[in-house]
């Protein structure tokens, strides 16, 4: 059983036109929640950590923000440069350092 | 600083052949990782290591072994190589804390045939 989910699993933007991403987990006990950046043919690179309900980072167009049962990563004005697969991963109660990871997003913005 | 760096970068093994992959990295970080991501599906933690001298098992480390002599270095030995270890694999790392994020290198692209 998948404890980390993410949703869609492909998505298609026009450059400019906002979404969000989203990812869901049903362990309990969450120490964080970690979404990452990954290009083709690379390994993935840190975004950001969220962790507690309520919880929002930004960083350029990307905002992410955390609730009790899912986390979601807003793209506004999107870019082709965003073009990625999102990664999310939760740590789990009782690891410090175990991080389980979800199938990710393959976003592609088009110009 | 150079990161995470992981040789070779790509490889190709013939079936019962055995390689090791390097991983080293110049930050101190005292936890170092082995993943492998396959097409589709999330990355699945083979090995970790929180320190020189201590390793220990993660999701799926059946035909793998590790070992951890020096904090830079994390290097995942695969023994007699089977079709289902065509993957790509990531080798990580994070300081003490752990729980802050985690490192990744560039990736070593292994196909068994």
């Known amino acids: 059983e998948d404890q980390v989910t993410q949703s869609p699993e492909a998505l298609r933007l026009q450059e400019g036109e906002s979404s969000s991403l989203n990812c869901s987990y049903t362990?309990?006990?969450?120490?964080?929640l970690f979404w990452y950046r990954q290009d083709p043919g690379k390994g993935p690179e840190f975004l950001f950590t969220?962790?507690?309900a309520g919880e929002e980072k930004e960083k350029e167009r990307l905002k992410a923000t955390l609730t009790k049962k899912e986390s979601f990563l807003h793209i506004t004005a999107p870019k082709p440069e965003d073009s990625a697969t999102y990664l999310c991963?939760?740590?789990?109660?009782?690891?410090?350092?175990?991080?389980?990871f979800g199938k990710g997003t393959l976003l592609t913005v088009n110009p | 600083n150079a990161g995470v760096t992981q040789t070779p970068k790509f490889r190709i093994l013939k079936i019962g052949q055995s390689m090791t992959l390097q991983c080293a990295q110049d930050?101190?970080?005292?936890?170092m990782y082995w993943y492998r991501q396959d097409p589709g599906m999330g990355l699945k933690l083979i090995y970790y290591s929180v320190g020189a001298g201590i390793t220990d098992k993660g999701e799926v480390p059946n035909g793998y072994n590790v070992s951890r002599s020096t904090t830079e270095d994390f290097p995942l030995r695969l023994e007699l190589a089977a079709p289902s270890q065509t993957s790509v694999y990531f080798c990580?790392?994070?300081?003490?804390?752990?729980?802050?994020?985690?490192?990744f290198g560039p990736g070593t692209r292994l196909t068994v045939l």
């Open positions: 362990v309990s006990g969450l120490r964080g």
């Open positions: 930050m101190n970080h005292n936890y």
């Open positions: 990580a790392s994070s300081d003490f804390r752990g729980y802050n994020e985690q490192f």
């Open positions: 969220l962790y507690s």
């Open positions: 991963a939760v740590l789990l109660g009782g690891s410090n350092y175990k991080l389980t």
